[in-house]
């Protein structure tokens, strides 16, 4: 055997192993995933479909960044929020719409309520006129206006969410429900200043334009502390311990960048039970091994040979499916198969072309690089109209804003191209081995 089939096995045989730890057993949570990524339709939970306000964004940024971080601060609040669930979907459908999948979730309302709010902190405080008396207006309400001081570079400053450090749901020590803010450096000289001008005096905790509470500037013991050094507690009202873990979440990953409108959206039952997913894992298994059957008969060493290079290809597909990671949804499944079924037809196309190499007299080496180079065109041009193919749905796909269309094309590029890695490299090497063996002497083993 030469030295470079040598070393090219044993890469393989490493790459082999290599998979094989990733996704044995199949629920391991090697790379801080937990098993495969299962879609809505395997798994159940709810699907939406946002619109995107781009003349709303801030006019520095570029549509395509300000779509990419929005979609990365929806990412943030549903991991926070759900973080026992499957990993989420969230990708931009074209260019002003936003997919978002939550497998797992069935209740739709708390995931609209979580995506879409903008969780905009302020901090206000109320006006007075030259007698030092509080402004009202004409019907009579307070009038409160943004609190502002001066930051570290001389110029006045709002005192906003931008400022905060983090946002911690707790329970206070009457057991009441509160948000603990706390700000960074620049905010908590801010929020000095402020709660100096306004000792004895309320400073209002705004949540999007809503008043969620009013504490008074106080000592420490007044029954209306929520104010103390870079801190601030928000609580009161109506606010549940699921509420204020809701707040938390949205102050933490802030403000959207752009607002949303939300044009679709879906509780999605899982459309095959656990029943049906063990039978069809069952079918696939008698369907694999009667190819396996199939390939050892009719073509013997060669179909040996087949086997080791899919059963290696496979391991390595479902090996980018976690990793990428890949989400499994009924189209995935068919597409997976499809492309098992091409580095099937590979394997026979190269197998073929050796054979009437090896029946016009030809050596067994010389057979497997004539009859691979010879498969090798209808393999490539095969692929290529694939992979087009493939670049047309999820094209439409991402058009339709279809997530099982663009599934199929993503899933089905990705095994065609391991199939093409599968032949040219596994089962070309695999040949090459068997060809400087003691088996060449055999052209009974190779159905000749």
């Known amino acids: 055997m030469q030295r470079k089939n040598k070393v090219t096995l044993v890469i393989i045989l490493a790459l082999f192993a290599f998979s094989l730890w990733v996704i044995l057993p199949i629920d391991s949570t090697r790379f801080g995933r937990q098993g495969m990524r299962l879609g809505l339709d395997l798994k159940g939970g709810t699907q939406l479909i946002y619109e995107a306000d781009l003349s709303q964004k801030d006019p520095t940024?570029?549509?395509?960044?300000?779509?990419?971080?929005?979609?990365?601060?929806?990412?943030e609040r549903i991991m926070n929020a759900f973080g026992g669930v499957s990993e989420p979907i969230v990708q931009t459908q074209g260019t002003d719409r936003i997919l978002v999948q939550i497998p797992g979730i069935r209740d739709v309302d708390k995931a609209t309520e979580l995506i879409g709010a903008t969780a905009l902190l302020e901090f206000k405080e109320l006006q007075y006129d030259d007698s030092g008396n509080i402004i009202t207006d004409d019907e009579g309400n307070v009038v409160w206006v943004v609190a502002t001081a001066v930051g570290a570079d001389g110029e006045q400053h709002e005192l906003t969410g931008n400022y905060l450090k983090s946002?911690?749901?707790?329970?206070?020590?009457?057991?009441?429900?509160?948000?603990?803010?706390?700000?960074?450096?620049?905010?908590?000289?801010?929020?000095?200043?402020?709660?100096?001008?306004?000792?004895?005096?309320?400073?209002?905790?705004?949540?999007?334009?809503?008043?969620?509470?009013?504490?008074?500037?106080?000592?420490?013991?007044?029954?209306?502390?929520g104010i103390s050094g870079g801190k601030a507690l928000i609580s009161g009202g109506d606010m549940t311990l699921d509420d204020a873990k809701l707040l938390a979440v949205q102050l933490n990953s802030g403000a959207l960048n752009v607002p949303l409108t939300i044009i679709k959206q879906q509780d999605i039952d899982p459309t095959l039970g656990s029943d049906s997913i063990d039978k069809s894992i069952t079918a696939g298994i008698i369907g694999i091994a009667l190819l396996v059957i199939f390939l050892i008969s009719y073509y013997r060493l060669l179909g040996l040979v087949a086997c080791c290079a899919l059963a290696i290809y496979s391991s390595l597909v479902l090996m980018i499916f976690k990793l990428y990671p890949v989400t499994i949804t009924l189209p995935g499944m068919a597409a997976f198969v499809l492309s098992l079924g091409m580095a099937v037809d590979a394997n026979i196309l190269i197998f073929e072309r050796m054979k009437e190499e090896l029946r016009g007299g030809r050596t067994l080496g010389a057979s497997v690089e004539r009859g691979f180079s010879r498969a090798w065109t209808a393999i490539r041009d095969s692929n290529i109209t694939t992979f087009i193919a493939c670049a047309i749905l999820w094209w439409f796909g991402n058009m339709l804003t279809e997530p099982k269309i663009v599934g199929f094309a993503q899933t089905l590029f990705i095994g065609v191209a391991l199939s093409m890695f599968s032949a040219i490299t596994i089962t070309h090497t695999l040949l090459r081995v068997c060809s400087s063996s003691r088996l060449a002497k055999k052209l009974s083993l190779f159905k000749v």
């Open 167 to 225: 946002a911690t749901a707790t329970i206070t020590e009457d057991n009441s429900p509160a948000v603990l803010v706390e700000f960074n450096e620049e905010g908590a000289t801010l929020f000095e200043q402020i709660t100096e001008n306004n000792w004895h005096k309320q400073i209002a905790i705004v949540i999007d334009n809503e008043i969620i509470s009013a504490p008074s500037v106080l000592p420490e013991e007044s029954v209306q502390k």
């Open 61 to 75: 940024m570029t549509d395509e960044a300000a779509m990419d971080a929005t979609v990365q601060k929806i990412q």
